[in-house]
């Protein structure tokens, strides 16, 4: 997930370290790297989106929570007949889990609200460069988007959203990655035709962002 430039000869992050230990797992689990890890996450992650649409957030998680817990507890006393018939001691069967770190450094949550706040400033600057019509043409593409978002609110709820995001989330980067040189094609046409039928509405309506010289001349009028 580095780009080129961020990585060194080994593939070891060099400028973003802390994004990169965050990116690259997520990157391993959406192309499907490790099948049977990917299909764990999806699987977990699907039924307990489809079980929040359907049931409370509350009941899903005590239920959740009671069934991991469930689990641990039979395996731990299982573990502990086997050794006390096999006379072995193996010792805490999550003793592996239990001596890892999951705490965070204080580097790493101020670099994570660094890029957070950075993302932030810099969607609340697009916000008010589109609601405030910086450039009409960019205003009005938003104005289509949020009209077709109206019909989509209409089709579906926000939790069947997120159920297709998240199946998006682990199908489409898979198939854009096998039909990456097909894919390009046809969305450089689609970018092309986008961008010709916008310089003809430029041309119609000249009324939005104004060339950078034309902008200086008027400053030293």
């Known amino acids: 997930m580095c780009t ?22 997520m990157e391993s689990l ?8 990917s299909g764990i996450v999806f699987g977990a992650g699907l039924v307990t989106l489809v079980a929040i649409s359907s049931f409370s957030v509350i ?4 239920y959740l929570s009671l069934l991991a817990l469930f689990g641990t507890v039979a395996f731990r006393i299982y573990k502990s007949v086997t050794q006390a018939v096999q006379k ?9 889990y239990l ?12 670099h994570i609200a660094g890029v957070a706040v950075a993302h932030l400033n810099g969607f609340t600057a697009e916000l008010r460069r589109l609601f405030l019509v910086e450039d009409l043409i960019d205003s009005i ?3 289509v988007i949020l009209w077709v978002f109206t019909y989509i609110g209409a089709w579906f709820n926000g939790m069947t959203l997120v159920i297709l995001a998240f ?7 898979k198939v854009y990655e096998n039909n990456k040189q097909s894919i390009d094609t046809y969305l450089d046409l689609v970018r092309t035709k986008l961008t010709e039928i916008t ?6 309506i000249p009324i939005g962002k104004k060339p950078v010289a034309a902008t200086e001349s008027e400053k030293d009028k």
């Open 59 to 62: 009941s899903v998680f005590a």
């Open 88 to 96: 072995t001691n193996d010792g805490h069967p999550f003793k592996e």
């Open 141 to 143: 593409k938003f104005g």
């Open 167 to 173: 199946v998006s989330l682990f199908t489409l980067p």
């Open 30 to 37: 959406i192309y499907w790297r490790d099948v049977k890890k």
């Open 4 to 25: 080129i430039g961020e990585t060194g000869q080994n593939g070891v992050c060099k400028q973003r370290p802390l994004i990169c230990s965050i990116l690259d797992p």
């Open 199 to 204: 310089d003809k509405i430029r041309v119609a």
């Open 99 to 110: 001596e890892l770190d999951l705490t965070l450094s204080q580097e790493k949550v101020q």
